[in-house]
């Protein structure tokens, strides 16, 4: 495909990064604690971190896992926990051990904790004790050995952290009761790595450095190989696409999507790292009532999210009256961003929700809209410095401008492949090295892509496709809808129908006012034959939309009926 989006860049946007910038991300830990040291790196409920102390302690811990764990490099470590300070000190440690990153999402039940730990191989943990039962239930069938557990806080000084911890275990109970073996304390670790000579392991850019699981929502969750290159590579990428504005060392970024998130990975912890900005990490963005209350504490520059995270703290009371007048880019990822979400966003803040787009296996970021943007376009944006874009066809074919098709993505961003699964590998790659993503797009004659949808989300109504981002973009603009997900349904004559689930704003929204807005905006086939409303969407732990269990959800209300 003739690359046309070159010519829509904004002056200055090269248009090839340099990979061999840096040999590894190593060397990005390196420059970013010499040139920022004395700088605070990140604050997390209260207490900060600098650089220095970033490098010191993330030291201790890597000769530790070294030296007492005894680790080498190319071992599978495994992190589980949220957002805390310890979350930085735990990743750049296994980075400078030369070990494999393996994140993972806290909120595993067993059967998954179990599935990744044994497909990874992860002989080591770190995890926070609160979610250490389910570790407890599972580690006789994993290989896991060694297990690292820290507290929420740990990080704080005495007596603080003797308060916080005995709060959160006595007083809140929010520790369920887990007998684990052999276990050291995160704050035992440090003090022991502190007496052991330590040098940062070498690594290259084809050494792996994270297996980033992806894929649970639609069938067994695989490890992308994400190697020291493609990490580079991405950061370099984003670097040179959206950090012009950005000011090295003054910058505050707000990280409310977890670290173990791609998204959060890349922005909240290494582009942070190479600008030296300052990361607000927020432990618990559900809650927020607290979410506000932190951002009061910092003139932020930097928010990244997905649509509902976004569409959450519009409707927070206190978030209106927050001071933007620092704020410089919202980017929004993960998910569609909606028009109305996108529109009061900018309202609110004076500043564009910037779309942008990416997948684990890129680590993440691909496609993103020029950061100047005024307004939302409906678009995913224009794809990044040494990225190319294939739409095609069923039959593999290229599609002409403005047509639909699966979007292919080639880059130095593009995962090395899924972690001992070669035939599933191999599926997602044609022999030139181009990703197959699922997703369905279109671009137009400036070089911009729209996605219209998941291939397997889409609805056949009648032989005609529908897109349910479509129809969830509509129906959010009715100002009594806070939340809508769209499915599609079987039906005896037109093989499926437009079913949607949705979360009201205002108590006193009826079916009628939603098929009212459809009628206006949507033609016959693209309309929702079944409304239901819900107290709350069903959403992964990054705030996406979880349509199968949608789908399951009305298939056991029918099968109840």
């Not at 095609?392 to 002409?400: A, F, G, H, K, T």
Request: aromatic share 8%; glycine share 6%.
């Amino acid at each position: 495909m003739e690359k046309i989006w070159l010519d829509s860049y904004e002056e200055g946007i090269p248009h090839e990064i340099d990979v061999n910038e840096y040999s590894s991300l190593n060397e990005v830990f390196r420059q970013g604690v010499e040139q920022y040291g004395s700088q605070v790196a990140y604050v997390n409920l209260g207490k900060t971190l600098t650089f220095d102390e970033l490098d010191e302690q993330s030291r201790n811990l890597a000769a530790y896992l070294t030296h007492e764990a005894g680790l080498k490099k190319g071992d599978r470590v495994a992190i589980m926990m949220p957002n805390l300070l310890q979350y930085p000190i735990v990743l750049f440690a296994l980075i400078r051990a030369g070990l494999i990153v393996v994140n993972t999402n806290p909120l595993y039940t067993e059967r998954e904790l179990q599935h990744q730990m044994t497909d990874s191989g992860a002989t080591a943990i770190i995890i926070l004790e609160n979610f250490a039962n389910t570790l407890a239930s599972v580690i006789a069938d994993t290989p896991v050995k060694t297990v690292i557990t820290t507290r929420i806080g740990d990080c704080f000084s005495f007596p603080k952290s003797m308060v916080i911890n005995l709060v959160v275990k006595y007083v809140k109970k929010m520790v369920p009761p887990f007998h684990l073996s052999n276990t050291i304390s995160f704050k035992s670790a440090l003090e022991k790595g502190a007496s052991q000579d330590f040098r940062d392991v070498e690594t290259t850019h084809e050494d792996i450095a994270f297996l980033q699981y992806t894929g649970g929502t639609t069938g067994v969750a695989k490890g992308a190989m994400l190697t020291h290159r493609n990490m580079v590579a991405n950061l370099l990428q984003a670097h040179a696409w959206a950090a012009r504005d950005f000011a090295p060392g003054k910058e505050i970024f707000v990280t409310a999507l977890p670290l173990y998130h791609i998204f959060s990975l890349t922005a909240g912890a290494m582009f942070a790292m190479k600008i030296g900005a300052k990361t607000l990490l927020i432990t618990n963005p559900r809650d927020l009532p607290t979410f506000v209350k932190e951002l009061k504490t910092e003139k932020f520059s930097f928010v990244t999210g997905v649509n509902t995270l976004f569409n959450a703290l519009l409707n927070t009371p206190g978030f209106k009256e927050l001071d933007f007048s620092s704020l410089k880019l919202t980017l929004g990822g993960g998910m569609a961003v909606t028009r109305a979400v996108a529109k009061e966003w900018q309202e609110v803040t004076k500043s564009a929700l910037v779309e942008a787009y990416g997948l684990t296996e890129t680590s993440p970021a691909a496609v993103i809209n020029p950061v100047n943007l005024k307004e939302y376009n409906g678009m995913i944006g224009l794809p990044i410095s040494s990225t190319e874009v294939s739409i095609r066809d069923e039959d593999l074919n290229e599609v002409p401008l403005g047509e639909r098709g699966e979007l292919w993505i080639r880059g130095p961003q593009v995962m090395k492949g899924y972690w001992n699964r070669p035939e599933e590998t191999a599926n997602v790659f044609d022999n030139e090295g181009f990703l197959r993503t699922g997703d369905v797009a279109v671009m137009n004659d400036k070089g911009f892509i729209k996605i219209v949808d998941r291939l397997k989300d889409m609805i056949l109504v009648s032989g005609f496709n529908v897109y349910p981002n479509e129809v969830e973009d509509v129906l959010s603009t009715h100002e009594k809808v806070l939340e809508v997900g769209a499915i599609g349904i079987p039906h005896e004559t037109s093989g499926e129908v437009v079913k949607i689930y949705v979360v009201k704003k205002d108590p006193s929204l009826t079916k009628e006012e939603l098929m009212t807005c459809c009628r206006e905006q949507l033609t016959g086939y693209k309309r929702p034959k079944e409304i239901e409303f819900i107290d709350e969407l069903p959403k992964s732990n990054v705030g996406k939309i979880l349509r199968r269990e949608l789908r399951e959800l009305h298939n056991a209300t029918t099968s109840e009926n």
